[in-house]
């Protein structure tokens, strides 16, 4: 009966295996299965690793914004839409029969 364990060594998977009955080659096959294996682990390890710093990343700097700034830049930012929209609603509308008329 093949004995299959796993351990960490770091911050990598590390798999052993014993096969005492298994002949070399397919002691050989199945151990290339489990390095195949272990890598697939490492490298998801490592994607979750990249992802859970660059949500670190964003979270500091959510908590770094200066709330008073961003209020003070909202209520600019909402007065030049509201003026944009007003200076759009006075234009003039001309159609084609305004000038046939």
């Known amino acids: 009966m ?8 770091g911050q990598r998977v590390v798999f052993r ?11 050989n096959l199945q ?3 489990v390095d195949v294996f272990a890598d697939a ?7 979750a690793a990249r992802r859970l710093t660059a949500l670190q990343g ?4 959510l908590r770094d914004t200066d709330i008073t700034a961003a209020a003070s830049q909202l209520t600019l ?4 839409y509201e003026a944009a929209i007003a200076s ?4 003039p509308t001309k159609s084609l029969f305004s000038y046939l008329g």
């Open 58 to 61: 964003q979270l500091s700097g």
């Open 41 to 47: 682990v490492n490298l998801q390890a490592d994607d």
């Open 31 to 33: 151990a290339n299965f």
């Open 2 to 9: 093949p004995a299959v364990g796993f351990f960490l060594r």
């Open 77 to 80: 930012d909402k007065t030049a």
């Open 88 to 91: 759009q609603a006075s234009l």
């Open 17 to 27: 295996l014993d096969f005492p009955e298994a002949d070399l080659a397919e002691r």
